[in-house]
């Protein structure tokens, strides 16, 4: 049976590691988006239920899909640990959702997830075959060469990679406005109907930055795909200097044991 290249990434770490640290920003993510209790939510690329829990918290029933196994059954083990009746997660590609109907959701939402899939105007036809007229699609998207955070650290991480296989489209696009007006133009939605406007993620740890980047290190899938690759060159050093120094520049906390990085994304919404 063929691996799913995309599948092995996100199951190969424990990103309910990263993602305890991104909850409240998720929260104030939800708390913009609208949401009432009569909404069907599907959160694609879910993880273990960053965005899908607050929102199953505020009433919609939501439906949290994602390509990782072991990031659904965290997912589900949080929901019941809540007790939300409210909130299912099952295993899906972004790509291709064959099991979920036509025009079922009043809005789909995907932070940092769905632009990780590849066949990016197959994932963008997806979310709008998926959505009702009148419903919204909304992303939260890293931008390419931006100079915080994320977009830097996956920069320098490329720089230790392998190339990536022929064919390879950077999941970065997706943070950039000409790219997401192509895309959903292609799924057939007008450019008068995508709003792109720039936003920020607040990652808030409570550990030193050099803990923090353990957890990328350690739980996420780039960094750990860069750092196999930077043993095997005997650069391992060299990495993790680049990180650390990174880390420090951009960490805005004056409490040693604490770190706080504001990071840019692009926020999409679509309207169908």
């Known amino acids: ?26 929260e104030t993510f939800v708390a913009t988006l609208g949401i009432t209790p009569t909404m069907h939510v599907l959160d694609l690329g879910c993880g273990d239920g960053t965005t899908a829990l607050p929102e199953a918290r505020l009433g919609a029933t939501v439906l949290g899909v994602d390509i990782a196994r072991n990031l659904v059954a965290a997912g589900n083990e949080r929901v019941k640990a809540e007790g939300l009746t409210n909130c299912t997660f099952q295993e899906g590609d972004a790509t291709d959702l064959h099991a979920l109907a036509d025009a079922s959701f009043d809005l789909v939402v995907s932070m940092f997830g769905a632009m990780f899939a590849p066949k990016p105007v197959d994932v963008a036809r997806e979310m709008v075959r998926v ?49 997401v007006v192509e895309r959903f133009g292609q799924a057939g939605i007008p450019s008068g109907n995508i709003r792109c406007e720039k936003d920020t ?64 994304f692009l926020r999409v919404t679509v309207t169908r």
């Open 131 to 179: 959505t009702k007229p009148g419903g919204r699609i909304v992303m939260g998207n890293w931008i390419p060469g931006d100079p915080t955070l994320v977009a830097q650290m996956l920069k320098i991480s490329a720089a230790y990679s392998p190339p990536p296989p022929d064919g390879f489209i950077s999941p970065m696009l997706w943070g950039s406005e000409a790219n």
């Open 1 to 26: 049976m063929e691996t799913n290249p995309n599948k092995a990434l996100w199951e190969k770490g424990d990103f309910t590691k990263l993602a305890e640290l991104m909850r409240k920003s998720g």
């Open 201 to 264: 993620f607040i990652f808030d740890a409570p550990m030193p930055p050099s803990d923090f980047i353990y957890r990328f290190r350690n739980y996420y899938g780039p960094s750990m795909n860069a750092f196999d690759a930077a043993e095997k060159n005997g650069r391992v050093d060299e990495l993790q200097q680049e990180l650390t120094d990174l880390f420090a520049r951009q960490n805005q906390s004056t409490d040693p044991n604490h770190t706080t990085i504001p990071a840019a």
